[in-house]
């Protein structure tokens, strides 16, 4: 999942704008197409950025109907992918900020305290080798993050884009999407620190973001 | 070495995004400082554990979901869009109930006074019943033409579809969502042409709605002729118990009048 730009060469020789645009004027077909080139992509954003699955699911439909109706309004000078990334992380956004006025955890309280408990306890039952394990720790430590650092994370860290593409997603600044990822990482030091090397675990996690050390 | 630098900083200073006075200061300071430096291995091994994170597979039922969803899209698509010819799939019972009432006025128009422009009259009600068939809009004041036509007024507007989902005990909840999604939003969807009763549902279904909509006290707002594990299934939508819900049930086979045993029933937001 290293580039955008290799989606092309897949199943078909048919380029994703090729396909928009048989879409656009009337191919049944050709949309069904691009989300199946592109949907397994477009759940791990989904997923990652949400937390909880069934809002993921219910996003992605959204955003791929959101897509459906809005092709013709596609502009040919953006990567399809680009575009559709687009449409994927609003519907997510949407959604996670309509919720907002539920507590301020995404994930719900379990989810982060698991991940607080873990972090005060030197051993904190975590199999480092465990993936699943390493995943939902990940995911939990993620629902800390503010939307957007969340999002600027999942699309730069996990899902390996270049900082430039992310910057066209979000529609932001190149220097926007650097510094919420600085602060995302800085803020899930204390909680995914430990993964990295258990090692230092008992330094790391020691520190709160970073802020007010002495 | 007091002044130790945030890891926030640390981490700004690994995406450039310092200023150069300040990239300097950070940068000496790290070069003597152990701990601040093991800060930035951290900080590289956050982006490293993200990275290393396996990515989820896409779960069956949301597959589907999509493209029942897109199905759904597709056929709406189809019956607003150039090749409305293709329009069948989806009716309204609203229409074929009109349709009937119509060739009851004509007759009737025909039987007493109404003369010359007698059809035109009756059509033009018809045309009026129309704009106010949304499903929410009271449709009271077109009964003045219409004489008895209580029904009309309170059974109105139920689109039905014929999509051939099989819908499913394990994707119920998205594949209801994406049914809700169908509902006609306030302003009133583009009629099938009156005469088009090729596609329209059985005078059996109205019954079983009406039936349903009595019994529940709720608003049926669209129906899908269907399957439900493989069996054929009639789907009900009904206005929620509360605001901004809405509740979709499993009718087994052909939803004939009087017989609404639910085989399932859940409730999913509206937006």
């Known amino acids: 999942m290293s580039a955008l730009v290799d989606t092309v060469t897949e199943t078909s020789e048919i380029p994703d704008k090729e396909l928009l645009a048989r879409h656009a004027k009337g191919d049944d077909t050709a949309f069904g197409e691009l989300v199946r080139r592109h949907r397994e992509r477009m759940w791990a954003v989904a997923l990652r950025t949400m937390g909880d699955a069934d809002e993921a699911a219910d996003a992605l439909q959204d955003a791929f109907v959101s897509a459906f109706r809005a092709a013709d309004r596609f502009r040919g000078d953006a990567a399809v992918t680009t575009w559709l990334h687009r449409i994927v992380v609003n519907a997510c956004l949407d959604r996670m900020r309509r919720r907002a006025v539920r507590p301020a955890v995404p994930m719900g309280d379990d989810a982060t305290l698991d991940v607080v408990a873990r972090g005060q306890d030197p051993h904190g039952g975590i199999d480092p080798t465990g993936a699943s394990d390493a995943a939902m720790d990940v995911a939990a430590a993620l629902a800390t993050l503010p939307v957007e650092q969340r999002a600027a994370l999942v699309l730069v860290d996990m899902m390996g884009y270049p900082v430039d593409e992310v910057a066209r997603i979000l529609e932001v600044a190149v220097g926007t999407v650097k510094s919420r990822c600085a602060r995302g990482r800085a803020r899930l030091l204390p909680h995914l620190g430990h993964l990295r090397n258990q090692g230092t675990a008992g330094n790391v996690q020691g520190r709160e973001g970073g802020a007010g050390r002495p | ?271």
């Open chain 2, 1 to 271: 070495m007091n002044d130790h630098v945030e890891a926030e900083v640390i981490a700004e200073l690994a995406e450039g995004l310092l200023d150069a006075e300040t990239t300097a200061e950070v940068t000496a300071h790290l070069h003597d400082c152990a701990e601040c430096q093991e800060v930035a291995a951290a900080l590289a091994g956050v982006s490293r554990t993200l990275a290393a994170t396996p990515a989820p597979a896409l779960p069956t039922h949301v597959a589907e979901g999509i493209d029942t969803r897109l199905a759904q899209e597709a056929a709406v698509r189809g019956r607003t869009g150039p090749e409305a010819a293709a329009a069948t799939e989806v009716t309204s019972l609203a229409s074929a109930r009109r349709l009937r009432w119509s060739r009851a006025l004509a007759a009737a128009a025909a039987a007493v006074v109404l003369v010359g422009g007698g059809f035109a009259v009756v059509r033009d009600m018809l045309q009026q019943r129309q704009h106010g068939s949304a499903a929410s809009a009271p449709l009271a004041r077109d009964d003045g033409g219409a004489g008895e036509s209580e029904k009309l007024t309170t059974r109105d507007a139920a689109p039905t579809l014929r999509t051939g989902t099989d819908y499913t005990s394990a994707g119920l909840r998205a594949q209801a969502a994406a049914l809700v999604h169908r509902v006609p939003s306030a302003a009133p969807s583009p009629e099938p042409q009156i005469g088009t009763e090729g596609g329209a549902p059985a005078p059996e279904l109205a019954g079983c709605l009406a039936d349903i909509a009595e019994r529940s006290g709720r608003r049926v707002l669209l129906a899908d002729e269907a399957r439900y594990e493989g069996s054929p299934a009639t789907l009900v939508v009904l206005s929620g118990a509360t605001a901004g819900t809405a509740e979709v049930l499993v009718v087994p086979g052909d939803c004939a009048p009087g017989d609404d045993a639910v085989a399932r029933r859940v409730t999913v937001p509206r937006d």
